[in-house]
């Protein structure tokens, strides 16, 4: 009989029911939005440093990583590249030589990474040829190519077709100092990295560190699927035992560190959202009690004891929380499922953006159990929010509130 006076009673003052259930549809989708954003402005950082610049595994010498020394090479890189290369999980599979140094201009130095890089395989890695602004990729056929970004080109005062003097150290500790000319100019969406790496071809780079051509400081291997990481990670180690071999999240702990505490960002902007939507509930659903003090005395007096009262206005706030969930659910899945496929396009920020290595076109994301989170605190929400008008209501005296006019 409570389940029936509840919903009857929720569609007396319908004005009122469609407000709680407002609320808790843009409540829900607010908080389906914002996280799929967040999600989504998060993940587009995360493939664009995997896929353009870490690669899913790299494998090093032991010390080259602490020491950032190019004498610290991985020795017949030539035969493992071929078969890598012949496994089906690995989309692509390079070979990279590695050397900090200065780079100069006519008007200013800077510090530099040096990439000495085969252009054909890093195509479907490193992805220069797409970014590229101005110039052609490695078109020239010269060896003194050397391809910067846009940010470093303006800090340096240079354009296209400038000759730059590159110095850095070689493997026997002897400082080279070579020329070079300005084939391309890029801009990636990390604007941090344009400034400080620099790629010229890896048999050029490989000569003037006194390299052989089979060996190299860095291979990076990218996969097919990432699913796959965990298993072949241990057949990358089996096949060089002797190196080290890193997965992007050792690489970069700041990426996984933004997984790892997206679970937490999730209940924090939820908690955030559902607080505001608290106040609204506790008003409307006390406004209820008090609009209903005669009834609510005249059903206390017929013998409705007030463990029912309060059971039956807890069930008309689950009853608009049940109608309100579903609809605010849809409506956050379908908005980031269209924007999903065309994108939030905020280029107005791109350059501070860029700058973290953002992209200025998001597209919002969310996996299944956080829209099952979502709602559940929803759902907990609106009950803890029905507590105290319900309390209230058990504080009515019965013969004082049936002479209430």
């Known amino acids: ?87 089906d999980m690995v989309q692509s599979a390079s070979m990279r030589t590695i050397a900090k140094g200065m780079i100069a201009s006519p008007t200013t130095v800077s510090g530099v990474t040096i990439y000495g890089i085969s252009p054909k395989a890093e195509i479907k890695q490193i992805g220069l040829n797409q970014n590229l602004i101005q110039g052609d990729y490695f078109a020239s056929g010269k060896d003194n190519e050397i391809f910067i970004g846009e940010k470093l080109a303006k800090k340096l005062k240079i354009k296209l077709r400038s000759k730059v003097v590159v110095t850095f150290t070689d493997i026997h500790a002897n400082i080279v100092s070579s020329a070079f000319r300005v084939g391309g100019i890029y ?9 400080v790496n620099v790629y010229v071809q890896k048999q050029t780079l490989d000569n003037l560190l006194d390299l ?16 796959a990481l965990d298993s072949f990670i241990t057949h990358v180690q089996q096949l060089m035992p002797n190196q080290k071999v890193e997965d992007w999240k050792d690489l970069a702990p ?33 406004m209820s009690v008090l609009e209903r003090i005669r009834e609510l005395g005249m059903l206390m007096a017929i013998g409705l004891n007030k463990r029912k009262i309060f059971f039956m206005i807890m069930l008309e706030t689950l009853f608009l929380t049940l109608i309100g969930c579903p609809i605010g659910l849809f409506i956050g899945w379908l908005s980031v499922l269209v924007l999903g496929i065309y994108g939030i396009n905020i280029a107005i920020f791109s350059e501070g953006l860029a700058s973290y290595g953002f992209s200025s076109i998001i597209y919002p994301a969310l996996d299944g159990h956080n829209y099952f989170t979502v709602a559940l605190m929803c759902l907990i929400t609106a009950l803890l929010s029905a507590i105290y008008p319900a309390y209230r209501a058990l504080q009515l005296n019965p013969a004082e509130s049936i002479r209430k006019i």
Do not use: C
């Open 1 to 87: 009989m409570l389940v029936q006076i509840a919903w009857r009673n929720i569609w007396r003052n319908k004005t009122r029911s469609f407000v709680v259930i407002g609320s808790i549809v843009i409540g829900l989708w607010a908080s389906i939005f914002i996280l799929a954003f967040a999600w989504g402005l998060y993940k587009n950082n995360i493939d664009e440093s995997v896929n353009r610049h870490l690669s899913h595994i790299q494998v090093h010498h032991p010390e080259f990583t602490d020491q950032q020394e190019s004498k610290y090479v991985i020795k017949n890189t030539d035969s493992i590249i071929s078969v890598l290369q012949k496994d």
């Open 187 to 195: 801009k990636s969406k990390n604007l941090s990295l344009d400034e």
């Open 212 to 227: 052989q051509p089979s060996e190299s400081n860095e291979l990076a291997i990218l996969l097919k699927d990432e699913s």
């Open 254 to 286: 700041d990426l996984e560190l933004v997984i790892e505490s997206f679970n937490l960002y999730t209940y924090i902007i939820s908690g955030i959202i559902l607080l505001a939507l608290t106040f609204g509930i506790v008003n409307t659903m006390l």
